[in-house]
């Protein structure tokens, strides 16, 4: 307990480090169309689903990204042929595009499977990883994809320092149990219910001791006994309800698990899912005439029509359909999108929401895209968050989420309104509660230690 107060205030400055899709798109080259796009016939079935996937410069060639559950592996452009591993040049030349124009090339450290910095499962499917150092000020690593040539994760020396006093303790983020992901989540559950048993008995006893006293007297405690009876009943509560939002970060056993985007997506994607062939098609399209400055165009399929989302290095994106003419929704579009959300009930017009929301809002570095589309429906009082570009679903808020979001989120990091999150007037009330929940924990820790050790008074 005392280490989960001690690390969450280290938690409210160091972040764990992650490479974000923005930053990402940031450093790659624009697409380059000349002598694109062949597709073997031979390379794959001409009906295999191509509805998720994307287009993007891997080493100076054009490569596209099927779904990874099809193939993880990119599929070169100018020879239309697999890439079967990313070489260590292809990877450099990766590593070199996120160096400063100072810097020398990346020195590459060595080919992992995983680490402290990569241990989580989102990064599977791209193991093994190439590990390459910048050697700039920041002590900054960068880990790129032998199987997709992608660069999935970059840190700083600064990150990784103080994330040994941050994330990890206060996540139990330890690689050797982490990367266990079924064990580490039972022993994060049930050491948050140890801890919910501990603080939740000493309320019970902190008021029932204070119940108990005579009149003009509160405790009948002294020396650390007293300092701990004292911030147990002006803190306790507060802790108990820390840890208990901890627990409830794990959704254990289903408790507020939402149902998902899945089938909505699908919906809105219509039917059947673009083809490998009904892609390579409209990408002989855009090979004639796409855009110069676009970065990445990911496959966005709406209402069973092929479209394209041009990503930008820095930041804009713009829809296109199959002919590689600009396309943004149409108020048909929206009718569509209403319809699916809605199912059976009234048409709900989506409406464009440009500031953040209490269930959609951005905390410190997590920052959520605006504008979006917004429905609320009737009844349930789901919540639909639409991105405006591809059409597509960005959240979905249904009662166990919106649960999630109050239970967790906002007990958990007390940000239930734009004023309590904002900074400064955040970190004061923070660090102000952690300092009594701190102290309720240290001299709990202490008196617990005296009494182990045979030192208790009696």
Known sequence: MVMWCLSGVVMMYHSYPALGESARLKHLAPLEWR??????????????????????????????YLDPKVDPRPIDLLTGSFIDGISVEQAATVARSFAGAAQGAPRLLKLIGGDQWTVAGDVNADRPLFQFAIDDAAGTELYVSSVTGKAVQITTARERFWNWFGAIPHWLYFNELRRHAGLWSQVVIYTSLLGCFLAGIGVFLGWRQLAAQPAGR?????????????????????ALSWVLSGLLSMNPWGWLESSGTQSENAGLRG?????LARIGAALQTFADGAASDAVSLQVAPFNGGIYFVAAT???GRRRFDAAAAAAPLSSDDLKFLARILTGAGALITPQLMSDEDNLYFSHHRDVVALPVYRMILPGPGTRYYVDPVAGMLVAKLDANARGYRWLHQGLHRLDFTPSLRGRPQWDVLMLVLLSGVTAVCVTGAYLGFRRLTGRAKT
């Open 271 to 275: 039917a059947p899912e673009p083809s």
């Open 313 to 315: 290095a820095e930041g």
């Open 218 to 238: 509160w405790s009948p405690y002294q020396g650390f006994n007293l300092w701990h009876h004292a911030a147990g009943l002006i803190f306790g509560v507060l």
């Open 35 to 64: 002598g694109c796009c062949e597709i073997s016939e031979a390379l794959l079935p001409r009906t295999t689903p191509a509805g998720h996937s994307t287009i993007e410069m891997l080493a100076g060639r054009p490569v596209l």
